[in-house]
């Protein structure tokens, strides 16, 4: 079997102290993938890093949401035709062998987009249990709405087909593209399986990660529109 | 006819004011500019006669003129507020549209995979 282009979109802002490990672990892992980093108008340097890597970068002018960066970054990756299309975040969470088992998800079982869970195997090592509580909580919610059975309904890791990936639109700039992700999956009546994967909550990653209060706003900006 | 007290003054003056700063907006279309004009003729109207709003109120049902203003300009504003939300919203979309367009023109390819595409051409 021909394997196919896989590229990985990488939205960052302001992740210049992590991105250098995150882009060699990466590549190290697979050199063939072609990965685009879409610096989401860093003030930091980050696209300079970047820049030291055989990666695709491409910049925002300024800072528009994570929604918005990786919409930037499917477009690209359409557009030079990629085949797997993997979203994968720079903030050293995510382990590149979750990426190799979301594409061989993709390739052996006849489906559109393979969705990274956390909940899958055991309760993740280190994830502090009020994030859990709000994750969990929105599970439900997504089932109620989108009638996806879903454990792990905001998890960065995913991999579309890139014919999957076309049908699906991102409005929202902000955090709340997860959530719009899943329901244009339902909407499109894509196919979709959880994949377990292990996110590493470092002290970076919480720190820059999302609080739980955010979760807060994330259902403001899904009822309001607003796009930032 | 109502005895004129300083607040009709005050209030007059302002009145001309805010409808100076609406009619100089050479982007407003003739409709609404219109529409500004008889809105502030109104106001000014209520200004030097308010027993008008006042009956106009007791017909209603509501207690005093002051009251109906009060319940009528809310509304407006309310309006007011959700067509400017849609613009801001309408804004940040071509802000982003922009941003991306931008960002796509503008890519770094690594090194050797562009070398080799000029080896081609």
Not at chain 1, 55 to 80: C, D, S
Not at chain 1, 86 to 99: E, L, R, S
Not at chain 1, 151 to 180: C, P, V, W
Request: net charge positive; hydrophobic share 45%; charged share 20%.
């Amino acid at each position: 079997m021909e394997r196919p282009s896989v590229w990985i979109v990488i939205p960052a802002y302001n992740e210049a102290p992590i991105l250098e490990n995150v882009l060699r672990e990466l590549l190290q892992y697979d050199s063939s993938y072609h990965i685009v980093v879409v610096d989401d108008g860093s003030s930091d340097g980050t696209a300079t890093i970047a820049g030291k890597f055989p990666v695709h970068v491409l910049r925002h002018p300024i800072n528009l949401g994570q929604g918005a960066a990786l919409a930037t970054g499917f477009e690209y990756a359409l557009r030079e035709k990629a085949q797997i299309v993997v979203t994968f975040d720079a903030d050293g969470q995510m382990q590149p062998q979750d990426v190799g088992s979301l594409v061989d998800k993709l390739q052996n079982e006849a489906i559109d987009v393979a969705l990274g869970s956390r909940f899958l195997t055991s309760v993740p090592e280190g994830m502090p249990t009020a994030k859990r509580l709000v994750l969990k909580l929105a599970t439900v919610l997504t089932r109620l709405t989108t009638g996806l059975k879903i454990t792990d309904t905001h998890n960065g890791i995913r991999a579309f087909r890139a014919q999957a990936l076309r049908k699906i639109t991102i409005t929202q700039n902000g955090m709340a593209h997860s959530s719009e992700i899943l329901s244009e999956i339902a909407r499109n009546k894509l196919a979709y399986r959880e994949v377990p994967v292990t996110i590493r909550y470092t002290r970076y990653s919480k720190a820059k990660g999302q609080s739980i209060f955010n979760s807060i706003n994330i259902l403001y900006e899904l009822f309001m529109g607003d796009k930032k | 006819m109502t005895p004129i007290t300083p607040i009709k003054i005050i209030l007059l003056i302002l009145l001309v004011i805010v409808l100076r700063a609406f009619l100089v907006q050479k982007s407003l279309v003739l409709a609404k500019r219109l529409f500004v004009f008889l809105l502030f003729f109104l106001l000014m109207f209520l200004v030097i006669f308010p027993d008008v709003s006042t009956r106009a109120a007791k017909i209603i049902g509501v207690g005093r003129g002051a009251d109906l203003i009060f319940y009528l300009s809310h509304l407006f504003l309310f309006f007011l507020i959700a067509g400017l939300w849609r613009r801001c919203v309408a804004l940040a979309a071509s802000i982003t549209e922009l941003s991306r367009t931008i960002a796509l023109q503008n890519t770094n390819r690594p090194q050797e995979k562009s070398e080799k595409a000029r080896e081609k051409n």
